[in-house]
């Protein structure tokens, strides 16, 4: 059953969560220490109203900051010690702090640093610490660490440090700057910071002990080794040069977000909500969605089929002795998203009448059909679909592809019932093999939450067919799932590739809270999907990094903010959050809160960067890219492929692409702009294009 945007308004108002009582603390002193050096008044903005959508505070909680003897402490309403500011002095160096409470927990910490007469000109190490009075129960570093990846194989940054000596990571490789996050029973503490210099940067470190120690370094610092090289080991560490005369000085403004924890490891939230309304600028697509309907579908079409199987190849990278061809493999799911493609050209069909279309598509699913054919006879496990994947993430794919695609041939009046036996059938085999405590135990569903990808099939199964099996199904494999994440507080499993904790994961969970919300209107679904969002949100740039000259991302004027990294141990960007962009606005108009949508804006824009109209040169290869085309991943930080393709520096990548043009960011465009609801909506989103594509570095640190 089709739900349009109409209902799901309706629906709004009988989900609407008022936004609880904001802090609104009389405690807002400025208090400075060390007055050897001045320093103006700092100007932090007020958090005390709640953005949009943010994560809200107990109603009435409040922190108390405390000023004695130089020193900073913050404390709770009961007077107990949360944490506190820790001095740095140095023979060389003299510190001045200001500290402000901006309200809703959010504490503005400047602090400056003077060189003291008489010392010779020198390099300087800067730090700034606070201290949590706790033993750090969950952690959380954006982009890079959950909970110390002690669960996570795939990762080569263990634990909080190598050797007795703390990581140290670059703000360009966190995906909010110096973004650290920690919790206790009791409270939760989130730090990040504003890189005054790109040129010079910041770095931070987690350090838990029997406290736990935050800290931002300055300059720019990755320590004691970093990951260079694509889960190779690790490289040499390397430090920015920062040197002071006598009376230079120097000042670093950060935020400290402080909440009492509700639930334990999801308390992270308050940290991203002040992050990214901090960070926070409008971007805009590059293209229009009619432009990105046809963009796609030359792609598709013109680059990406291949006539001797009817079926679409994953990618197409460049050789020098055969210039732009085809690469990868044929799949229905998952990377190469087949079925999403085909069903794209029916939709195409049913808007222009163009055959073409209507033919390359058929054949397409007839193509994957036939291998479940051959794989007969039916049984009731998902063996007979190993023609088609044999895991559930590509099965779960293909099922939502077949039964979406017998709704689009009864409009485009063809018969194949085939596609809805094949798409019903995936859901009565992933049923077979489902416990009854939700978990699906076949050996398609062995790594990590993969079985969730079970969750969007069964949903239409379901919408299709009323059976309360799916339906059952489908929240029983929901709250499993969840289950894991609500345990660990985090995912892995989603992205084939890796084998770390991801993003990719939490999206079929996000989909299917937000559908078994609009299904059942049971109010638990809105709470599971906000939770989900904000894992989402965990893994979405709260800062534009500024773009290396020269490189790819220079040349196309890419901006990181609102895109999403990869996963941990794959410290790159791509634009698969796609998938998750019209749960995202159907989450906001449900829970009333438009910091979704603005988080879907942000997704939907930062995707549409890089996409050649068939002229684009880039990366020092000589041959213009295909229509369409667009790298899979671009480096925004000091992680690479040591098997990069040409115009790459394989011991500098940040910047770079990697030369690998993948389907799937085309085929989640054109499944989301199917829908015409969705198309309508994306469309009225502010569409004004910059006159200058390339941030400046004062742009992008502003």
Known sequence: MKITFSLLICLAAAFFITICATDKSKNSNIAVTNSEAGTADIKCGNYASAYPGAAETVPGFRYRLVEKDHSFKILDQEGNLVGNILPFTTDAIQTVDQVKNAGNGVFCWRRTFRLREGQPKQAVRLIMDFQANYRSMFSVIPGISWNGNAEDPGNVYHGFGLDGEPWSFAFHRTLIPGGTYSESDHHNVGLFARVEDANI??????????TTIHRLIIPEEEMPERVLQRERGLSPGRKNVLEMAPGDQRSVTAWLVINPVERPRLGYRHLLDVAWQHAYHPTFPKHTPEELWNLGLRFATESLWDDKVNKFQTAVMFDESKGWHRAGDFSIGWAGRNGELANALLTDYLKSGNHKMLTMGLDCLDAFASLVNANLP??????????????????????????AASLLIERCKVLRPCYREIGLGICDG???????????S?????RGAIGASFIAPLLSAYEMTKEPKYLKGARLALSYYMGIFYRNGFLWGGAL??????KETIAPMLEGAVRLLILTRDREYLKIAED?????????????????????MDAVGYDTFGGTSVATVHMCADPYALRCVPWLIRLADLSGHPLWEQRAIAIWNNASQGISEGSLIVQGISSPRPAGSQDETVNYTDWGYDFAAQGMDRLKPRGAGQCWMTAWPTSMRLTILSDPELWKRIAAWPAMKPANNTLSTETACK
Do not use: H, M
């Open 442 to 446: 076949g050996p398609e569903c062995k």
């Open 378 to 403: 039916k049984t009731d496990s998902l063996a007979r679909f190993y023609g088609l994947s044999d895991n559930a993430n590509i099965l779960g794919d293909a099922s939502t592809a077949f039964l």
């Open 532 to 552: 989900a969002a904000y894992y989402l949100a965990a893994w979405q740039f709260a800062q534009s990094i500024p773009n290396v000259p020269g490189s790819l």
């Open 430 to 440: 992933a049923l077979a093999i489902q416990k009854s405590d939700g978990q699906f």
């Open 201 to 210: 940067g910041l770095s931070c470190s987690l350090i838990p002990s029997e």
């Open 497 to 502: 590739d890796t084998k770390s904790i991801d």
